[in-house]
């Protein structure tokens, strides 16, 4: 059920869910509360009015009886229970003007849902494994034929299979069970990924088990890793669960990890713990399922090229050294357990080609996944992270760069940088005549740092207010406490100590916006290298994917902002969520994905980045907020144009 | 160097090789000289007088001085060095007349030789494994593709080989081997069975290794293992070794070896018991070769069903529990060191096809390896043995069939029967008139038993001496008391027990015979019903093809005299040898033979002799020496007419 929220004096409205909290609303309203606690009720700051309708909660022993029988409530404890109208005291205007300021609501991209129905309409779904029900003639003297041929004669008549190849744990398996099951048996057969292949019988189960038929998606992060169950008959995933890669005690980033592989048992130590990880997580979600191991006839995998060769204990050393040679962009299907994987001998591993050492296969599921190979449009696929890749083009053709854009978006070289944790400030408002924030954090309790997210929000509100200039360095004279300069470097103090979930205050300071304008710079300037080098220009981009974790939560035009992404229409930027997963459950799921594989890593042309004399130049020129090219940038440049003329206005 | 050899008084003359001891030359001569020592020295019965030439040895203390100087010698211990004159005393002779008789000369089966320049010439030589030196060009920053797409690239160009596969362990091996041996490797790769089919890159190497590519061929005998090492380069069998498989241990034949399998356990046991055979005798091999056994690619192997399904650890229950369904025809190619074989993980093991429970791999692999598929010639092709293998055909059909001759060939229910090892009766001649023995001994010992083919000869002897009848039983008349009645059961005596190597005279008795009769009765019924089937005769046959280790000691003329093999020319009669390890070798040195061989296996038509009609009445008619139907013998009947005359003549 859906309330209308009106806030005055702003006599501004937005439509939320029932319960949504109302700090949260006012938010998306685009109108400033002050509020310092991220939503833990404890400073008092955001109180508002209740004009009309109800909320849930909001009460607090910061409010006396006499406020809260005249309608006051803090807007981070309320809940929207019906239709309202909440008005935010003006106590704090400095001048009215204030009123015609709209905080720009968040946008965050619309999630491109995986629809299985879509696939078969296209086309698009060869079942990679299939199970038939059989019951044999049982032998006679007259008809002794070996049992292996009479299986293969029987599927060649009455199903019309032909040129099968078998295990030969099947023919192990053959004699005692026919005769155990009365000759009824259900064959599994796996499809040939090239057309002109041969079936195979995998494997053999007594009686009717044709409705159980099941695949698993695994997407090998460097931090976290992701499996799913799927039912083949269904076309659905039937459970998922993710947890931390265990490799991350031998180094967080790839370049760590490769270097503890170069120790002595290094590789085999880091083989080992993956595939402890890979074997928990299949453990779980073959419980949640409620299947059986040997049920899963296929597993598909994808992870970048470092942890694609860990994973196959190839040394990985070549990677992180000039020329940056990985060992293969392409690998044989093999038995899953042979490397380790606890699942059936007969269970086949197929994992993801990548591209170059730093464009992975997780990158070519995520192309595969999210469909940028079957699109008419030019695509910009970006996923966002410490190792960022880039791939720009359409069913046409491709082209492919990574870029180092350093932690910053992950909360790595930021004073008070976190995960997307419970505390981390995932969004952030200033009021651009007092400069007090209106925060909000995950898990609404006391703030406790930084997301990569909030970040991004935090730097493009204080830009937008003026509060920083484009080189990201603080107006100093602005008149508020929250900017000052300690030990000699310039920072805002976001939260005060007394309202954190730490000892100190909150702040962020002129390096850490610094390092993202670094990060965001590299990335910008990769896709803008990319596309150049293939001919085109940054507005050619028809739409954007966002790949990754981190794309969820990026409040678009705040990314726009700082420069991060190119100024385009907020539905043209699509989120496709864990596009590594999401090309594991589609190859998983149908062979016309294993077909493509290879024709889609072979229209990819790899860009190294160092090896383009252009890239330098563009990334000193997207050292700025946004850049040092405004007119890439319409309608940012719109609003500064307004908010300069405003600020004149006011100084004069 | 051959020395001329005359007998007198029989004017009868032979050339044999220097060294060659005398008496085996008289038996070639077909001159009979009482022997009943086996040749060891003792009986001092084979006295003859050296008129010309010279001998080396045969001086005895059971010679005087007196016999010395005039020239005796015993005959079983002395060795031709020159042309020679040898008179044979007559004071045995009781009827000049035995001077026209003469004991058949021995003629054993020419050995059919493997020619693999032949192969060459016939363009049956497709190498299944090449390796290729390449110097790669090495990586830089504008040429840093993966280490494998650069070894593919470079094949692709240089050497025109294209859809390589390759295997996930060199994909491990590459980076580092790449860099250490300075981009200059050898590639192994094996060629498709198909010949749609996919070369695949199985191994590398440091350097150039072209000169060193090696396989392996094995015929897994229910009783023997032989093991071959053969270089690919020059098609050489480079060492081989043969060793008792060591599942005997559980039993002698494949009935019992089943038994054990179905105990808890036993099959795990007889499989890993028969890999330890196998892995000794490739330890001896590779040795022997001087090679290393990671430069084997490829290993072939047969054996009977029985064999085939312990090797593979696959329940042979069913083979010897009607209806006698074996598991499969086929076996797909399989990693050697995943069923335990100590070679590399690439070495790909392919394993012969069988057409039927008792029609195994051994037969297929030869009818291969003898070319049976390949010939012109209606063939008869006879693995003798307790399980005893007949296929008829040619290139354009084959049928097949077995039958269990029961032991009496390898010495089985015989009452001194023997393997052929020291001590065994191996040659045999009978007097005529006095029927006195000749005999010989393998390793001219006293004699300890009589082995399958002594046993073939001795009844054939016996039967063409008139001191059997055509029923296998005893001449009571003939006034010798070397036949004689003990414990109501007639028998001969072979030798003496002072004269033998065990305690007790050595004999052969009416019951004896009979299984003999039996056997042979089995195996001649067999082909005669397996030829009828497909509307063809006996007389039809153009030649016949005798594999196993027994078929190389066989007296043809004397197994055509007990009707064990159809009457023709003995020319005409190939000896393959070991068939089985023949069709290995062949499989295991060019690719012709592996893309051929289901094909053969599908030309072949198996018939089941319990389910032929009128199998039991030709088995019936082969109960007697040679046959009811004497006229298939049309030689033997024109002897045994002469005899009859003779002995007619004599009695009168």
Same mark, same amino acid.
């Given at each position: 059920?859906?309330?209308?929220?009106?806030?005055?004096?702003?006599?501004?409205?937005?439509?939320?869910?029932? !319960? *949504?909290?109302?700090?949260?609303? @006012?938010?998306?309203?685009?109108?400033?509360?002050?509020?310092?606690?991220?939503?833990?009720?404890?400073?008092?700051?955001?109180?508002?009015?209740?004009?009309?309708?109800?909320?849930?909660?909001?009460?607090?022993?910061?409010?006396?009886?006499?406020?809260?029988?005249?309608?006051?409530?803090?807007?981070?404890?309320?809940? /929207?229970?019906?239709?309202?109208?909440?008005?935010?005291?003006?106590?704090?205007?400095?001048?009215?003007?204030?009123?015609?300021?709209?905080?720009?609501?968040?946008?965050?991209?619309?999630?491109?849902? %995986?629809?299985? *129905?879509?696939?078969?309409?296209? !086309?698009?779904?060869?079942?990679?494994?299939?199970?038939?029900?059989?019951?044999?003639?049982?032998?006679?003297?007259?008809d002794n034929i070996p049992d292996l041929t009479r299986l293969i004669n029987y599927l060649n008549i009455t199903h019309d299979e032909h040129r099968l190849l078998v295990n030969l744990d099947v023919i192990r398996k053959l004699p005692d069970m026919l005769r155990?099951?009365? %000759?009824?048996?259900?064959?599994?057969?796996?499809?040939?990924?090239?057309?002109?292949?041969?079936?195979?019988? /995998?494997?053999? *189960?007594?009686?009717?088990?044709?409705?159980?038929?099941?695949?698993?998606?695994?997407?090998?992060?460097?931090?976290?890793?992701?499996?799913?169950?799927?039912?083949?008959?269904?076309?659905?995933?039937?459970?998922?669960?993710?947890d931390f890669n265990a490799q991350i005690s031998y180094g967080e980033d790839v370049i760590s990890r490769i270097a503890f592989a170069e120790k002595k048992g290094g590789l085999e130590k880091l083989h080992k713990v993956v595939v402890g990880t890979i074997n928990k997580i299949l453990g779980k979600i073959i419980k949640q399922a409620g299947i059986d191991k040997n049920e899963i006839t296929t597993i598909t995998l994808a992870g970048n090229s470092t942890m694609t060769q860990l994973l196959l204990e190839i040394n990985p050393s070549h990677i992180r050294l000039a020329p940056y040679v990985p060992a293969s962009n392409f690998y044989p299907p093999f038995s899953a357990s042979e490397i380790?994987?606890?699942?059936?001998?007969?269970?086949? @591993? +197929?994992?993801?080609?990548?591209?170059?050492?730093?464009?992975?296969?997780?990158?070519?599921?995520?192309?595969?996944?999210? !469909?940028?190979?079957?699109?008419?449009?030019?695509?910009?696929?970006?996923?966002?992270?410490?190792?960022?890749?880039?791939?720009?083009?359409?069913?046409?053709?491709?082209?492919?760069?990574?870029?180092?854009?350093?932690?910053?978006?992950?909360?790595?070289?930021?004073?008070?940088?976190?995960?997307?944790?419970?505390?981390?400030?995932?969004?952030? @408002?200033?009021?651009?005549?007092?400069?007090?924030?209106?925060?909000?954090?995950?898990?609404?309790?006391? @703030?406790?740092?930084?997301? !990569?997210?909030?970040?991004?929000?935090?730097?493009?509100?204080? %830009?937008?207010?003026?509060?920083?200039?484009?080189?990201?360095? %603080?107006?100093?004279?602005?008149?508020?406490?929250?900017?000052?300069?300690?030990?000699?470097?310039?920072?805002?103090?976001?939260?005060?100590?007394?309202?954190?979930?730490?000892?100190?205050d909150i702040t962020i300071n002129e390096p850490d916006i610094d390092n993202l304008i670094r990060a965001k710079g590299a990335m910008y300037s990769g896709a803008l290298t990319l596309l150049? *080098?293939?001919?085109?220009?940054?507005?050619?981009?028809?739409?954007?994917? +966002?790949?990754g974790g981190f794309g969820s939560y990026i409040d678009l035009e705040k990314a726009m902002t700082i420069g991060l992404l190119p100024e385009m229409e907020p539905d043209k930027i699509v989120y496709i969520g864990n596009g590594s997963l999401r090309g594991c459950k589609m190859n998983a799921l149908t062979n016309s994905f294993r077909r493509q594989v290879s024709s889609v890593v072979k229209m990819m042309t790899n860009f190294e980045l160092a090896e383009t004399s252009s890239y330098m130049d563009h990334y000193v020129a997207a050292l700025f907020l946004p850049h040092t090219e405004l007119n890439y940038f319409p309608k940012l440049k719109k609003r500064l144009d307004a908010l300069h003329k405003r600020k004149a206005v006011k100084g004069r």
């Open positions: 059920m859906k309330h209308k929220i009106t806030f005055q004096p702003y006599d501004r409205s937005i439509e939320v869910e029932d !319960g *949504e909290i109302l700090i949260k609303a @006012a938010l998306e309203a685009g109108v400033h509360i002050n509020a310092s606690c991220g939503g833990a009720g404890v400073c008092g700051k955001c109180r508002i009015i209740i004009e009309q309708g109800e909320v849930e909660g909001g009460l607090s022993e910061m409010l006396s009886n006499e406020d809260v029988e005249k309608g006051y409530r803090l807007a981070c404890m309320s809940k /929207v229970k019906s239709d309202l109208v909440v008005r935010v005291p003006v106590e704090s205007y400095v001048d009215a003007s204030v009123l015609n300021l709209k905080t720009s609501p968040r946008h965050t991209a619309e999630i491109k849902p %995986f629809d299985f *129905e879509e696939l078969k309409e296209e !086309g698009l779904f060869i079942p990679p494994v299939e199970k038939k029900y059989l019951e044999l003639p049982q032998p006679t003297a007259q155990k099951a009365g %000759f009824k048996i259900t064959v599994t057969i796996v499809r040939p990924v090239r057309k002109d292949g041969r079936s195979q019988i /995998v494997d053999i *189960e007594p009686g009717d088990t044709t409705d159980r038929n099941y695949a698993v998606a695994m997407d090998i992060g460097t931090t976290t890793i992701y499996g799913q169950a799927i039912d083949l008959n269904e076309g659905k995933v039937i459970s998922q669960y993710g380790g994987i606890d699942l059936a001998a007969h269970t086949i @591993a +197929l994992i993801y080609p990548g591209i170059s050492s730093y464009v992975g296969g997780d990158i070519v599921a995520g192309i595969m996944g999210s !469909g940028v190979y079957r699109t008419d449009k030019l695509t910009l696929y970006m996923d966002i992270g410490t190792n960022a890749e880039i791939v720009v083009g359409n069913k046409d053709w491709m082209a492919c760069t990574a870029c180092s854009a350093g932690p910053a978006f992950e909360g790595g070289g930021i004073t008070f940088g976190m995960r997307a944790s419970k505390g981390a400030i995932e969004d952030f @408002a200033i009021n651009p005549v007092t400069y007090e924030p209106m925060i909000i954090t995950k898990g609404n309790v006391k @703030a406790k740092g930084i997301c !990569g997210s909030g970040l991004i929000t935090i730097v493009a509100q204080l %830009f937008e207010a003026g509060v920083i200039d484009n080189r990201g360095k %603080f107006n100093r004279d602005l008149g508020t406490d929250r900017i000052r300069k300690k030990d000699d470097i310039w920072e805002y103090v976001i939260v005060k100590q007394e309202l954190t979930g730490i000892d100190r150049e *080098e293939v001919g085109l220009s940054i507005v050619d981009v028809e739409q954007v994917y +966002l790949a």
